[in-house]
């Protein structure tokens, strides 16, 4: 079996782009000790497509996206951008990261 190293999770909570959300996709993976390729097969897409995601390459649907990040444990607010500022130092104040002990839990377990 492969060893998967950790990945931190990005500073700030704030995702402002694909390769934002695809860094955070990453560490909640390796954070579950899931290689991409467990990972995709767990998760019922093509492992180029998770790749692809994780390095905002390529082009991924927002609902497959989406999907990823809710079973790999990850959670993505909306707010409107007049209260986006407070939301993240409140985010940011509380921790704003997730911990090592969080992990994300995909379909099957990890």
């Excluded at 560490?27 to 579950?32: G, H, L, Q, S, Y």
């Excluded at 492992?47 to 649907?61: F, H, M, N, P, R």
């Amino acid at each position: 079996m492969r060893r998967v190293v950790p990945t931190a999770f990005p500073e700030d909570p704030l995702v402002k782009d694909a390769a934002t959300l695809g860094a955070a996709v990453r560490a909640a993976r390796t954070r579950a000790a899931m290689t991409l390729a467990d990972a995709a097969l767990n998760l019922g897409i093509a492992k180029q497509t998770l790749a692809d995601l994780e390095t905002a390459g390529g082009s991924v649907g927002l609902a497959t996206a989406l999907h990823v990040a809710r079973e790999l444990g990850l959670a993505l607010f909306v707010v409107p951008a007049a209260e986006r500022e407070p939301a993240r130092r409140l985010l940011m104040g509380m921790g704003g990261r997730p911990t090592a002990g969080s992990p994300g839990t995909a379909k099957g377990g990890a």
